[in-house]
């Protein structure tokens, strides 16, 4: 049995593919186990992935019809052998070390769960490394048992991504706890599940292992209409009722889950924004009002306050969304992308 299994979903990614593939490879530990799950890829990606395992004995190929990420990561965590599972994207990249720390530490720790943080790395349309930042890390540090989490919950950074998180297989099969079948979403659903699924320790490292690359044509910059759907609210929903469940204290998180809310609601006029160039500005307007109109996210609106906010223009966008001023909204957050697409180009431009 390896020590850990890498669980990486895969789709229509073939030129950068290579590059996560080589980050693994790369690692200082290497008593671990790739399981690189193709999701329907028609570029050629499903063929890489088979190259791979044939090439390499710890690197393992299966191939689905594509139903999204979070089927994909689930397909791999049956076939999944390990102590440990790690998460990581196809399009992403991790440090040579994170194997080796990430183990370390749940060892010595016999934690079920290790948190660590994580660089954003900008990249042009051909996948060149525009900029990066960070690190982003946990809010949190060291040893917490179950107990001792909830009464520091207060001062976590709420990160739902899987990727910045290494888990003992046991105890995500004990708990049955795995991704959903949306397409948007899936990665807050498993969070929650993790919350609400009474861990050993869970340890918080101050330091980062992981690069997320951001790129044009990424899921990330392109809209989806499952990211406004009522399934998904309720998927957000579900952290609410955890959370409250486990607060020591009534209205304890109250406030945690308020930026949470309003981070939905931000995200919301970010993803409108990437498609001000192919989507109507009416209905983008209709897209936005849905978003911030839900009760969830209605209610923390009129109640948000500036240190809910991370930064003096995210501040300003949420007092104009407040307002219910829409169509202004959209032009703020067109306004701030564009000023980033300024930024990057000059990076671009002066890197050659």
């Not at 690197?59 to 019809?65: N, R, V, W």
């Not at 790690?86 to 079920?112: I, K, Q």
């Not at 943080?117 to 946990?138: M, T, V």
């Amino acid at each position: 049995m390896p020590d850990v299994s890498v669980i990486v979903p895969v789709y229509n990614i073939k030129t950068l593919l290579p590059r996560c593939v080589t980050s693994l490879q790369a690692q200082t530990w290497q008593d671990f186990e790739v399981w690189l799950v193709d999701d329907g890829s028609t570029d050629g990606s499903g063929e890489l992935c088979d190259e791979y395992a044939v090439k390499d004995a710890r690197i393992h190929a299966l191939h689905k019809e594509n139903g999204g990420q979070g089927s994909a990561r689930d397909l791999g965590l049956d076939h999944a052998r390990g102590e440990y599972i790690c998460y990581v994207d196809s399009d992403d990249e991790v440090l040579p070390d994170l194997l080796e720390n990430a183990l370390r530490t749940a060892r010595e720790a016999d934690a079920d769960v290790v948190v660590y943080g994580y660089y954003k790395q900008f990249l042009d349309k051909d996948g060149s490394a525009l900029r990066r930042s960070g690190p982003n890390l946990p809010a949190l540090s060291g040893v917490y048992t179950y107990e001792e989490f909830w009464q520091d919950f207060r001062k976590a950074k709420y990160e739902s991504v899987p990727w910045v998180r290494f888990c003992r297989r046991d105890y995500l099969q004990k708990y049955n706890i795995r991704f959903t079948s949306l397409r948007v979403g899936e990665d807050a659903h498993f969070l929650t599940q993790l919350l609400d699924a009474p861990f050993r320790r869970i340890v918080y490292l101050r330091s980062a292992y992981y690069i997320y690359n951001i790129r044009p044509s990424s899921t990330m910059t392109s809209f989806q209409k499952a990211y406004f759907s009522d399934e998904a609210a309720a998927k957000r929903a579900e952290f609410d009722e955890v959370v409250c469940r486990h607060a020591p204290v009534s209205g304890m998180y109250d406030g945690l889950i308020g930026r949470e809310a309003l981070c939905v609601v931000l995200e919301s006029a970010r993803k409108l924004s990437f498609v001000r160039d192919t989507m109507p500005n009416a209905e983008r307007i209709q897209w936005l009002r849905k978003a911030c109109e839900r009760p969830r996210a209605a209610k923390w609106l009129a109640e948000s306050r500036r240190e809910m906010a991370d930064s003096s223009w995210q501040w300003v966008g949420l007092c104009i969304l407040k307002r219910k001023q829409y169509r202004l909204a959209l032009a703020y957050f067109d306004f701030i992308q564009t000023l980033r697409g300024g930024r990057d180009r000059r990076m671009q431009k002066n890197s050659r």
